[in-house]
């Protein structure tokens, strides 16, 4: 038989018709039934292509000129191609039908779902500066530190820049005017090839109710030069700061902060409000990074819980006690589990800050406590599981089956490991009953969805 080749040859000019778009919203166009995915092509468009890459099954290419244009195309606000906004170039109805299709495509292709309700997309009414935390690493040119996100798929500083469109507009004053106080004085930016140097990150969060600010200098050593007069000019421009905090990584990584923080001015916390609840959010804080979409999130999850005053609900992967303490506003009693022993511990003083006594937070392992429960006679009535992008572990998703929740509410950021999950529920006596995505990262690939699970009855 003879060997198969591809229609199209590496560095060869063609042009394409897109067709289609794959979920991170590449274009996908094909030459005799060969797939070729392009950057920024539009289903409909027409263009000419340089092919960068061929594989026996799929290729890839480069997007030279729009021969042909897609009413969707938009003008980006930003031309800086920092990787994080994948989407800036489409309209903001397609993304959501992008986001739509894809997380209908896994619930029929991974979940093998036929007829599972999908419900529309919950987009935004103003799809910009939603984001409440930034954190830009820190460099050096031509003598002088310099700010930036890094180029896409590379650690190169796009050089001060200095305005971004998703992220809450007071960084985009507080940012720049840093900066230059850095330069002003003398402060070194660390370099990761010689793990030299001082200043690593400089981080940023908001309280979009609150219109609190909190700074954090991610530093490699614990001295930071001048580290009063900093703080002192940037409180008296900025009077929103309420906190200016040095967090220490003297390790040669890319996690960004280290375990050792402190406080230089103010507060160890700033805060914001979700609903009618209060939270304080320290440095190493997960709290999600639009608050507007996560009161939606949070309001599904709290519709899909239906729950009464008597229920007993388990919130695994419980954070900072954010869906926690929604749950407690309706339930008889709530039970977080949490790895990270500093989220427990905000967890616990957020349970405090808004007067609620009828939550218990536990340390460890969800899959190790959860059984430990069920022996002490915990029978929940109600699991609410918000996990990384991984999805839940086997162990984790047998432990859950095993307490016999009659409802399960299920809040992912990654559409393909949780039709993997809903699968395995489905198989182990859980009937999936609604899935609502939401769209929490605008611009991004990025969908949440919300997914309402029951009990089947047997």
């Known amino acids: 038989m003879a060997k198969q080749t591809a229609p199209v040859k590496k560095n060869e000019t063609i042009t ?32 000419t292509v340089k092919v960068v890459k061929v594989n026996k099954n799929f290729g890839f290419g480069k997007l030279l000129k729009v021969t042909k244009l897609s009413p969707h195309r938009i003008e980006p606000t ?23 299709d894809h997380v209908h495509n896994v619930m029929k292709k991974i979940a093998h779902f036929e007829q599972v309700p999908i419900q529309p997309i919950i987009g935004m009414e103003e799809p910009s500066h939603y984001r409440n935390k930034v954190q830009i690493p820190v460099g050096e040119q031509n003598g002088e530190l310099i700010t930036g996100f890094y180029q896409k798929r590379s650690h190169r500083i796009l050089q001060n820049q200095d305005t971004c469109y998703m992220q809450d507009e007071a960084m985009n004053e507080i940012l720049p005017f840093t900066r230059q106080l850095m330069n002003k004085y003398g402060i070194q930016a660390y370099d990761e090839t010689s793990h030299r140097g ?9 309280g979009h109710h609150t219109k609190d600010v909190m700074i954090v200098f991610v530093t490699k050593t614990a001295s930071f030069p001048e580290k009063d007069r900093i703080t002192e000019e940037l409180t008296n421009q900025f009077p929103q700061v309420k906190s200016i905090v040095q967090n220490i990584n003297d390790q040669r990584t890319n996690v960004v902060l280290g375990k050792k923080t402190k406080v ?27 608050p507007v979409q996560t009161k939606v999130l949070y309001d599904k999850a709290l519709e899909y819980a239906n729950m009464d005053k008597d229920d007993v609900v388990v919130d695994a992967y419980c954070g900072i006690g954010t869906i926690s303490l929604f749950l407690a506003q309706k339930a008889k009693k709530v039970y977080g589990i949490e790895m990270v022993p500093e989220a427990i511990k905000d967890a616990n003083m957020n349970a405090a800050l808004n007067g609620r006594n009828n939550v218990e937070f536990a340390v460890g ?33 047998e432990a859950m089956m095993a307490m016999k929740p009659k409802r399960i509410v299920y809040v992912s950021c990654n559409p393909s490991t949780l039709a993997r999950d809903l699968r395995i529920l489905e198989d182990g006596g859980y009937e999936t009953k609604q899935v609502q995505p939401i769209d929490m990262f605008p611009n991004t690939s990025h969908v949440e969805c919300v997914v309402s699970i029951e009990r089947k009855m047997m």
């Open 16 to 47: 394409l018709r897109f067709e289609d778009l794959t979920h991170e919203g590449n274009g996908v166009g094909k030459i005799e039934g060969y797939p070729l995915f392009v950057p920024y092509g539009l289903p409909g468009e027409e263009a």
């Open 78 to 100: 930003c031309h800086v191609h920092c990787g994080g906004c994948q989407l800036q170039h489409m309209s903001y109805e397609l993304q959501l039908q992008m986001k739509q």
């Open 198 to 206: 001082q200043l690593r990150h400089i981080m940023v969060r908001t």
């Open 264 to 290: 230089l001015w103010g507060d160890h916390y700033i805060y914001d409000k979700i609903g009618d609840l209060t939270f304080a959010i320290s440095p190493k804080s997960f709290f999600q990074v639009n």
């Open 365 to 397: 392992q969800a899959e190790k406590v959860m059984p430990k429960w069920k022996e002490q006679g915990l029978d929940p009535d109600l699991i609410v599981v918000d996990p990384p992008r991984k999805g839940c572990d086997i162990d984790f998703l």
